[in-house]
């Protein structure tokens, strides 16, 4: 049974306007993984995930949601 992580990264970004880039650049990673990491295509380590959370003024439970396949 394989793990699935989805995103609510463009949702949040939306919300308080922000761009990849700009998300990308407040936790110090490139516009690419911030892509892969929108389109479920990268799974973050703890860190990450924490500072992408703390960006959008969420937890980390209401940016990643993850299920079973």
Not at 13 to 40: H, I, P, S, W
Not at 57 to 66: D, G, K, P, Q, R
């Amino acid at each position: 049974m394989a793990i699935i992580i989805s995103t609510r990264i463009k949702e949040l970004r939306a919300r308080y306007n922000l761009t990849q880039d700009d998300l990308a650049d407040l936790v110090d990673v490139t516009r690419q993984t911030m892509l892969y990491l929108e389109k479920g295509k990268y799974n973050p380590s703890l860190i990450l995930a924490y500072k992408v959370a703390k960006a959008l003024h969420s937890t980390i439970e209401e940016v990643f949601v993850i299920g079973d396949d």
